[in-house]
């Protein structure tokens, strides 16, 4: 069996309204699992996360989490 990789974790805030955005990146904020203004949740720090992190960051307050 492969040894299974330990993955970090981030944190990820929505900081601004989704009101007036672009419907892709109002997609792509729902699809980080955020649902309101000042909501916080905790990821796996995957390509495909901070590839969605980069098209919104304006929108968003990232701090690193903890291992594992």
């Given amino acids: 069996m492969a040894a299974e990789k330990q993955v970090g974790k981030v944190r990820i805030t929505l900081i601004k309204g989704l009101r007036g955005k672009k419907d892709d990146h109002r997609a792509t904020v729902r699809g980080l699992g955020l649902k309101w203004r000042s909501h916080t949740v905790e990821l796996d720090d995957t390509p495909e996360v901070r590839g969605m992190i980069g098209k ?11 291992q594992g």
């Fill in 56 to 66: 919104v960051a304006y929108m968003l307050s990232v701090t690193e989490g903890r």
